[in-house]
């Protein structure tokens, strides 16, 4: 996120503004000479406006996701302070059961982030670097080559846009992945907690009086975890919006272009694109949310025999 200027901070400072907006602008540059295809190219073929419609909606997916990092800069570094103050420190606690299902969270996002990073890289790469393995004057991506620029200068443009597409996706979707996975070892934590008070015994007064000491503090973690689960939501709201628009506009037409039977090059482009589109949406969002989902439905469970157990006026 530094090389964007989107990482979080506190205060924004004027370094960081300049990269972000440098780097914005420059998708920005990209979505206009691709725009200029539909009205200064005079052989419009299937394959340019094709083209020129994906690199539209990736640069803009790009740009909409740096946008939203920039807003929440403040946001996102509260959230932050909030989860190093707040959560539950799992990794040095007694019960092995949370240190186990941390191990398995975690070593799958572990997993995850470095797949997805070689797969984006590997997939940027086969765009932005096709004017040296081809040794043709070829263009990584597809857009409107006006005359009175080097062909040199412009691969050099869009290599650079590429290079900013890589890296200034990936941060977001990783810090998704990671969030979503700390936040569903918290709430693991929580069942567990619950579930041991259920079991525990009460026979003393003493352990009347622990057992509520560990009652409030799992009610005061549940509320906080509620809390913290809608701000994250709306601080990533924008930039998940902008994903969902270009996951299904971006399926449609590469799903179109593979089924037109285009040349073999490009068919293995656009599969190798397509395929990590897809695995970004199933290896970063839809299975570290159903991690959440599933716990965070096992506490109502919980709760609900919690609530049973401590009487109806609690």
């Not at 026979?203 to 057992?211: I, M, N, S, V």
């Not at 601080?235 to 994903?243: K, N």
């Amino acid at each position: 996120m530094k090389f964007c200027g989107t990482e979080p901070r506190a205060k924004r400072s004027w370094s960081g503004i300049i990269r972000c907006w440098f780097n914005i602008l420059c998708t920005l540059g990209m979505i206009y000479l691709a725009a200029l295809v539909f009205v200064l190219e005079k052989d419009l073929t299937f394959v340019k406006v094709t083209g020129a419609i994906d690199t539209i909606v990736l640069m803009s997916h790009c740009a909409l996701k740096m946008v939203s990092i920039y807003l929440q800069q403040p946001i996102m570094f509260e959230l932050l302070e909030r989860k190093r103050l707040h959560f539950w420190d799992i990794e040095n606690s007694s019960s092995k059961e949370k240190k186990e299902y941390r191990k398995k969270v975690l070593g799958y996002a572990q997993f995850v982030i470095l797949f997805f990073t070689v797969a984006s890289i590997i997939a940027c790469s086969s765009f932005g670097l096709q004017p040296l393995y081809l040794r043709k004057k070829v263009l990584g991506v597809s857009t409107y080559i006006p005359q009175s620029i080097s062909f040199y200068v412009l691969a050099i443009y869009e290599s650079y846009a590429l290079f900013v597409v890589c890296f200034g996706i990936i941060p977001f979707d990783i810090s998704v992945v990671y969030m979503l996975c700390l936040i569903s070892v918290q709430w693991k934590s929580l069942n567990i907690e619950i579930k041991n008070i259920l079991d525990s015994k009460i026979d003393t007064l003493e352990d009347q009086q622990l057992f509520k000491a560990k009652a409030i503090r799992c009610v005061e973690h549940h509320n906080f975890l509620k809390r913290y689960i809608e701000d994250y939501n709306k601080s990533l709201s924008l930039g998940l919006l902008a994903y969902i628009l270009v996951f299904v506009i971006s399926n449609c037409l590469n799903a179109f272009i593979i089924s037109s039977g285009p040349e073999l090059r490009e068919l293995v482009r656009r599969s190798l694109y397509q395929c990590n589109l897809s695995n970004q949406f199933i290896l970063l969002y839809a299975i570290p949310a159903q991690f959440l989902s599933t716990e965070m439905y096992r506490s109502i469970i919980s709760y609900y025999m919690f609530l049973r157990t401590m009487g109806s006026n609690h």
